[in-house]
T-cell receptor
Framework: SQQGEEDPQALSIQEGENATMNCSYKTSINNLQWYRQNSGRGLVHLILIRSNEREKHSGRLRVTLDTSKKSSSLLITASRAADTASYFCATDRSNFGNEKLTFGTGTRLTIIP | DTAVSQTPKYLVTQMGNDKSIKCEQNLGHDTMYWYKQDSKKFLKIMFSYNNKELIINETVPNRFSPKSPDKAHLNLHINSLELGDSAVYFC??????????FGPGTRLTVT
């Protein structure tokens, strides 16, 4: 089974609303990362949260990590049309750091203008 | 200015052919990767190289052979292409313990 699974698979909200995506994983991790992928493009790194951190902010993004529940959430506040994309969580379980990211199945976010 | 570049962007070829995809990064990173993204958008790592040495090979068929001539380049050669190889292939790079930077992808279509 996949290491990371995002929930929901697809999400449509009105512009200006907040969007929350969740990620669950199965084994212990060094860190968890969130990436965005616009249609037809490569992935763009959004935020990295280490296993000893519980919450992290970057602009309109807020990520939480609960290692006891093996889950993470990504909150995008005051959504904009440009936020329309697929969002992936990725877990790093490698011994040496970041050589082996395991990506989740992704959440397709659509912001309705 | 491009951080991670891949060529070609699109590749259409017939079964049985051999093809190569090139990747270059100008970020000074020491680790490079190849990922495969299937039609359902599932992204899976194939290879990881650190300082030109292979450190991860995720049970990829022998038909796939990565080559890293230097730290800034990681090319992917595919022999005897099969229909199931059709996918988008992404190159990425990073420093250890930091985020990865992805290239724009190469869409491979095998007919």
């Amino acid at each position: 089974s996949q290491q990371g699974e995002e929930d929901p698979q697809a999400l449509s909200i009105q512009e200006g609303e907040n969007a929350t995506m969740n990620c669950s994983y199965k084994t212990s991790i060094n860190n968890l990362q969130w990436y965005r992928q616009n249609s037809g493009r490569g992935l763009v790194h959004l935020i990295l949260i280490r296993s000893n951190e519980r919450e992290k902010h970057s602009g309109r993004l807020r990520v939480t990590l609960d290692t006891s529940k093996k889950s993470s959430s990504l909150l995008i506040t005051a959504s904009r049309a440009a936020d329309t994309a697929s969002y992936f969580c990725a877990t790093d379980r490698s011994n040496f750091g970041n050589e082996k990211l395991t990506f989740g199945t992704g959440t397709r976010l659509t912001i309705i203008p | 200015d491009t951080a991670v570049s891949q060529t070609p962007k699109y590749l259409v070829t017939q079964m049985g052919n051999d093809k190569s995809i090139k990747c270059e990064q100008n970020l000074g990173h020491d680790t490079m990767y190849w990922y495969k993204q299937d039609s359902k958008k599932f992204l899976k790592i194939m290879f990881s190289y650190n300082n030109k040495e292979l450190i991860i090979n995720e049970t990829v068929p022998n038909r796939f052979s990565p080559k890293s001539p230097d730290k800034a380049h990681l090319n992917l050669h595919i022999n005897s292409l099969e229909l199931g190889d059709s996918a988008v292939y992404f190159c990425a790079s990073s420093l250890r313990f930091t985020e990865q930077y992805f290239g724009p992808g190469t869409r491979l279509t095998v007919t």
